[in-house]
């Protein structure tokens, strides 16, 4: 089964950048439906974006679009998430998450591994 590792996160500025790496070992990050999610104090896990396995089109939360992009290498077996623009409400635990099969989603249930997390705070 693959293992998720995700890294990059921090302490950063509201307007500024981060980008957050998920480096999979175990199995190759191209077989799987892959996105990134993330979970703030007190709250469910919310679906940030996420990359279909076949076509590689992305899709994004309606409040992250147009300040995050999501990325694969397939040749680093890593899933990255670029964000920038960063607003306080950004504050939370961000996961990175694969999904078995056909058919990508934005639901949390959905997905078969995860990884740790990273922490990733936007000071105002």
């Known amino acids: 089964q693959v293992q998720l590792v995700e890294s990059g996160g921090g302490l950063v500025q509201a307007g500024g950048s981060l980008r957050l790496s998920c480096a999979a070992s175990g199995g190759t990050i191209n077989n799987y439906n892959v996105g990134w999610f993330r979970q703030a104090p007190g709250k469910e896990r919310r679906f940030v974006a996420r990359i279909n396995r076949i076509s590689g089109g992305a899709y994004y939360a309606d409040d992250v679009k147009g300040r995050f992009t999501i990325s694969r290498d397939n040749a680093k077996n890593t899933m990255y998430l670029q964000m920038n623009s960063l607003k306080p409400e950004d504050t939370a635990v961000y996961y990175c998450?694969?999904?078995?099969?056909?058919?990508?989603?934005?639901?949390?249930?959905?997905?078969?591994?995860w990884g740790q997390g990273t922490q990733v705070t936007v000071s105002s």
């Open positions: 998450g694969a999904k078995i099969g056909v058919g990508a989603s934005v639901r949390p249930d959905d997905y078969d591994y």
